[in-house]
Structures are given as structure tokens and as C-alpha cells.
């Protein structure tokens, strides 16, 4: 493996190669970020890269912030009208739940459930 990777559920793939697109933008390995969910095409045998897509799942200003259990790091965050929970698992990049507020705006990245809730992964605080 080159000097390059990614590691997509334990798994290395060498990215030295790899398209990088970040919201469909051309981006490198620097732009992605631990907590990020991201697509890996390729060769999974060998476990190279062709291409590593990330897309933010929302993008916009917060409208509300409950947090249900600050010691498990838990709280119901609403942004763009979607509600997005949070948990200890959730790597918060510049964020802080304690003085989160409405207004601020996050990048989000997680997993949507059906009814729409996106369990976060990842937030970052944009400026």
C-alpha cells in the first residue's frame, strides 16, 4: 500500500491514486475528515481507491438545539428543518453542544433513517 489510504469500516484501501470529490467537487485526502461517510469505488480485492466520494448530508444553520443527556453526549439538533441526533460516537469538528446555538451553521455527515432523522457521524461548525 502507498503512502496514501483510507480506512473504510477497519478496512485500508490505497487512495495514492484515488479521485477525490468532496460534495462533488474535486478535493484531496486533506479535505476529508474521521467521522466523515464515504463512498469508495474501486478494487476491493486488492483494496485500491479509484475513486472516494463524500457528500454532506446537511448543510445549513441550526434552528434548534435539545440536548437530552449531556453526560452521553446525546442531543436533537435541527437543521434546514431536518432533525439530526447526536452521541458520543459523533466526532464534533469545532463544535461544542454546550454552546451550539441557532444560527450557527453545521456541515452534517451521517446515516438517514427512514422517517428522515440523519444520525450524525460527523458535525463541523462552518463559519
Known amino acids: ?5 483510507v480506512i473504510v469500516n477497519g478496512v485500508a484501501f490505497d487512495s ?3 479521485q477525490i470529490l468532496k ?5 484531496t485526502q486533506d479535505d476529508l475528515a474521521v467521522g466523515q461517510l464515504i463512498e469508495v469505488a474501486g478494487d476491493f480485492e486488492q483494496r485500491v481507491a479509484t475513486t472516494i ?3 454532506s448530508e446537511v448543510k445549513g444553520p441550526v434552528t434548534s438545539v435539545v440536548i437530552s ?7 436533537s439538533v435541527v437543521v434546514l428543518g431536518q432533525t439530526v441526533r447526536v452521541n458520543a ?7 461544542s453542544l454546550q454552546t451550539l446555538a441557532p444560527g450557527d451553521l453545521l456541515e452534517v455527515s451521517g446515516a438517514r433513517a427512514q422517517g ?10 462552518k463559519p
Request: charged residues 20%.
Open 1 to 5: 500500500m502507498g503512502f496514501g489510504s
Open 89 to 95: 460516537d459523533t466526532v464534533l469538528n469545532g463544535v
Open 53 to 55: 466520494s463524500y457528500r
Open 16 to 18: 495514492d491514486s484515488a
Open 23 to 27: 460534495d462533488g467537487l474535486p478535493a
Open 69 to 75: 443527556d449531556p453526560d452521553l453526549g446525546r442531543a
Open 116 to 125: 428522515g432523522t440523519v444520525f450524525a457521524t460527523y458535525l463541523e461548525l
